[in-house]
């Protein structure tokens, strides 16, 4: 092993911890995934690093490097096809990227982790197109969301305990729905569904929430009301918003970062984006 | 959020499942009781056939649940399931094979007659324990369940859903159906395995037998009621129905997905299985034709008819497609597919969620009605 490689190897995120001899399953050597067990003393809780994903020879992704603060509220922009939903996929496991690495904290690898466990170890995500249960209740879609031990025979014999049937309410109160809580999910509204599926993330109570477009749909109050909701959850936990309305990220003023063929083009506060020439040239270009 | 004792609780709010289970209830007790007590000649008296007929029924009804609780719940359609039932039966008539004994033809106190025809001089291991009962009645839910428990693990792991997976189902049960057929295999070929004589020790042609196996059929029937009630309205049933209608949020909300398709799916094999256990001695033959693949469409079909998603519905289905296929098959044997097929077609189109579907909606409309006629009244 040559001097570079050495350093390369003390230098890897997953082994800061290497002096405790982390625990590793048989046979595949994969680390095991212990929720809570974040790591986010390095300022960063999501690491993505030169990530490319490519759909039949499309780069969807392009040697795309990002990092999530702990605890900041990020917006991200860029058009339509940008990359930002394939970017949510890989975070959440649902996509596999071609090349790159994905961490959670200096110690999760994320490329390695299937949905449910990035689920437990805290990441929650809300969908473009919003996707909730609609045979099942305000009430339910809450309960299922709930964090909670999710293995098969627990969640045959769970009950609801007081303390978790004030979480739902509370949250139902939260997202608006107080009202409709025993009422079928499938009759809300577009915007409802929205607020129906960031109640959900909430009752999950993860470290990371993903949000993708939260405000289609909705109308100004609506929206103004979601940019208080999602302003209030950072500090708690890390925000990372995909919108395209402007408007809306401005009213949540933080860093935004702008995807552009699947790599960051530009990152920096809102005035600092508007005013980039090369921001400027792709969004007068399109 | 009180709690109360738990079958108040899933009754309370299924009156369909009250108006089965009373049914079920009356059956049980009446038609054994007309069949024993009242003499033959008697207007009310229920013949042996019939009640074996009815007991039939209600091992398919059985099936038609275990069907409903994947497919309809869970919204994996499995066009397959009739090979858990015949596992079951095969389970059931391996050990009624050894009960024989020595009064078969070639009077081998050890060997069933179709071995001793094939020149066997030993019972092949896995024909080794099914004297007993305890270890058949085991099988009966262990070979079905560890047959889903294989198949299931390989399917969902691979995230393989929709129609692909009903045509591996498909599959699954012809390869069964192309090996059962084979003499080499040890389950009587093509004949399968008959003449049974009797189980526990009882006639199996007496009329309390008969009676007996009708009684265990409903009991049981209401049991697996009871136990897949039980699990829908349990957090477990809001998952699987969760993944029925959106199985990546209920990934990302961090539910294994695969293990509960899993659980689902083996337990509902299993209830198949002793459904199969609960016919072949009332029918008194299984033989490859169980696992033919037109079974299992049938199945999805009573399913259909009956209304998915509510239990009872598939038993009612599975009745009704089953009266109708008995009545049909003597008077027109040629056109019982096409009847099948044109049922099929006239309730995916017009009434897709079954005669239960229908029912409920019709009350809702008479409701609409009654309402509109009082508000009217006092306008
Ligand atoms: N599963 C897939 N197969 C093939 N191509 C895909 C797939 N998923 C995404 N793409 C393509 O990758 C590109 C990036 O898609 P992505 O959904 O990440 O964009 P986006 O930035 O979220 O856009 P939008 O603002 O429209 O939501 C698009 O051109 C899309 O067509
Ligand atoms: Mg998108």
């Known amino acids: ?286 | 959020m009180t709690r109360q004792p738990f079958i108040v609780d899933f009754l309370q709010n299924d009156k369909g499942g009250k108006v089965f289970i009373s049914i079920l209830l009356v059956l049980m007790l009446v038609v054994p009781a007309l069949n024993l007590l009242v003499p033959a000649d008697s207007f009310f008296h229920i013949p042996t056939y019939t009640v074996t007929l009815l007991g039939k029924y209600l091992s398919y009804a059985m099936l038609a649940i275990a069907l409903d609780l994947v497919w309809g719940y869970c919204g994996i359609l499995s066009l397959g399931h009739a090979a858990f039932f015949a596992l079951g039966g095969y389970a059931m008539g391996m050990y009624l094979m050894r009960q024989i004994g020595d009064r078969g033809v070639y009077g081998n106190a050890e060997l069933p007659d179709f071995m001793v025809f094939l020149n066997w001089t030993e019972l092949p291991w896995y024909w080794q324990g099914f004297d007993m009962f305890w270890f058949a009645m085991i099988m009966v839910v262990l070979v079905p369940g560890l047959l889903a428990l294989v198949f299931g693990w390989l399917a969902f792991r691979a995230r393989v859903t929709g129609v692909y997976l009903s045509i591996i189902t498909q599959a699954l049960t012809y390869a069964l159906l192309l090996a059962f057929f084979m003499n080499e295999l040890g389950f009587g070929g093509n004949n399968g395995l008959t003449d049974f004589k009797d189980i526990l020790g009882y006639d199996l042609q007496a009329d309390t037998t008969r009676a007996s196996l009708f009684f265990l059929s409903a009991l049981f029937l209401i049991i697996t009621y009871f136990l897949c009630r039980f699990i829908i309205t349990s957090k477990l049933g809001r998952v699987v129905v969760a993944i029925r209608d959106a199985e990546d949020r209920t990934r990302f909300i961090g539910y294994k997905v695969e293990s509960f398709k899993l659980w689902i799916f083996v337990l509902s094999a299993m209830i198949a299985g002793v459904a199969g256990a609960l016919f072949v001695p009332q029918v008194g033959i299984i033989n490859p034709g169980e696992f033919s693949p037109l079974n299992s469409i049938e199945l999805v079909v009573w399913v259909a008819i009956g209304g998915r998603a509510t239990l009872y519905g598939a038993a009612l289905g599975a009745v009704i497609v089953n009266y109708s296929k008995s009545y049909l098959t003597a008077a027109f044997p040629e056109i019982w597919l096409f009847a099948l097929g044109g049922l099929f077609l006239l309730v995916t189109i017009f009434m897709p969620k079954g005669i239960i579907g229908l029912w409920n909606q019709m009350r809702l409309k008479l409701q609409e009605k009654k309402q509109l006629t009082t508000e009217n009244k006092i306008e």
Request: charged share 25%; glycine share 8%; aromatic share 6%.
């Open chain 1, 1 to 286: 092993m040559s001097g570079l490689d050495n350093i390369r190897e003390m230098m890897r995120r997953d082994k800061v911890f290497d002096f405790v001899e982390q625990k590793r399953l048989p046979f595949t050597g994969r680390r095991v995934v212990i929720p809570g067990e974040i790591d986010a003393t390095h300022g960063p809780i999501l690491y993505l690093e030169n990530i490319s994903v490519s759909f039949d020879g499309f780069k969807a992704l392009n040697d795309l490097t990002l990092y999530i603060n702990d605890g900041e509220l990020r917006c991200i922009i860029g058009p339509n096809g940008a990359g930002k939903t394939t970017m949510m996929d890989v975070i959440t496991g649902k996509t596999r990227p071609d090349s790159g690495s994905a961490y959670f904290g200096q110690t999760m690898d994320l490329t390695r982790m299937s949905e449910y466990e990035i689920a437990h170890a805290g990441i929650g995500r809300k969908f473009q197109k919003p996707t909730i249960f609609p045979q099942h209740t305000i009430f339910e879609n809450l309960e299922l969301a709930m964090a909670a031990d999710k293995h098969v025979w627990p969640t045959l014999f769970a009950k609801i305990n007081a303390e978790q049937y004030e979480r739902i309410n509370e949250v139902a109160n939260t997202i608006g729905l107080t009202d409709l809580l025993y009422e079928t999910a499938a009759q809300l509204s577009h915007g409802q569904k929205q607020w129906l599926e960031i109640g959900m993330l909430l009752m999950q109570n993860p470290r990371v929430l993903l949000v993708d477009e939260p405000v289609a749909g909705m109308t100004h109050q609506e929206m103004d009301k979601t940019a208080e909701l999602l302003k209030s959850l950072a500090g708690k936990h890390s925000v990372v918003v995909v919108e395209h309305d402007m408007d809306f990220v401005r009213s949540i003023a933080s860093t935004v970062t702008v995807l552009h063929e699947g790599s960051v083009l530009a990152e920096g506060t809102m005035d600092e984006v508007q005013n980039n020439p090369k921001v400027i040239e792709v969004y007068l270009g399109e």
